[in-house]
C-alpha cells in the first residue's frame, strides 16, 4: 500500500501506513529539499490552466507540501525519471501545488492527502491516484490516460476479474470517493457491509468522514 500523508488539521479519507512506516521505509527524511523540479511549469495555475486548453495538453497537477515524505520522495525520484519528464513534455503541462500555500485550490479540488497527482482535460478533472508512484506506475497510468483508461477503469477491470476480493472492493470504493463520484461508491460500501466482516471498522469511518464532490478547474 502506498505511502501517504493526511493533511493535518483535517481528518482524511484515504487510508495509507503510518508515518512510523514511512520512516522505516525510508520516504520521510528531516531536512528535505523543496527545490521544485523542473518537469513542472513556472506558471500561475490559472495560466497553466489556459495553456493546456490552448494546446490542448492534459494538465497534470501534483498536490504536495513541504512536510510531506513521499511527495519529497516522487520530487526527487518519479519527477526527474526521462520517461516520464519526457511523457510530460510530449503530453501535458505538469503543475505543482503546495496545499499550505494554496489551501483554497486544494480545498476546492477536495485533497485530503497527499500525494494526490490530478489529471485535467480542459479544465475537468478525469482521473487522479493518491499515494507514492514510482516512475513506471506514474508511466503506465499516464499511458492509459492518453488511451482513455483511467485508473478507475483499471480497478473495474480488476474487480470483474476478483468480484469476491474485499480488499479491493474497498480501494476501489474510495477511489470513487476520492473523484467525487459518491453515487457509485454507495454500492461497493454496501457490499463490504454484507460481504467485507473482516474490514468493517475500516469502511464504516470511511461512510462517517465528511465529504465535498470535486469541481471543475477554473470555475
Known sequence: MPCIEPIPIAQSSTSGVSES?????????????????PVFTSLDLGTALERSRSAQRL????????????????DRTT????????WIHA???AFQLDVDA????????SVTAMPTVIAFRDGEEIDRVVGFQKAEQMLKWLDGL???VTSLD???ADITTKP???????????MLVAAGRLEEAMPEYVWLWKHGRDLVSIYAFDCDVSLTRTQPLGR
Not at 512506516?21 to 523540479?37: D, F, I, M, N, Y
Not at 494538465?59 to 516522487?74: K, N, S
Not at 519527477?79 to 519526457?86: Q, T
Open 21 to 37: 512506516e514511512c520512516v522505516k521505509s525510508g520516504l520521510v527524511s528531516a531536512g528535505l529539499a523543496t527545490t521544485r523540479p
Open 59 to 74: 494538465l497534470v497537477v501534483d498536490a504536495t507540501a513541504p512536510w510531506c515524505g513521499p511527495c519529497r520522495m516522487m
Open 79 to 86: 519527477w526527474l525519471d526521462a520517461g516520464v519528464v519526457a
Open 91 to 93: 503530453h501535458a503541462i
Open 102 to 109: 494554496h489551501g483554497a485550490a486544494a480545498k476546492k479540488l
Open 146 to 148: 492518453a488511451h482513455g
Open 154 to 156: 483499471t480497478m473495474r
Open 164 to 174: 469476491d476480493d474485499a480488499p479491493l472492493r474497498l480501494q476501489y470504493a474510495r
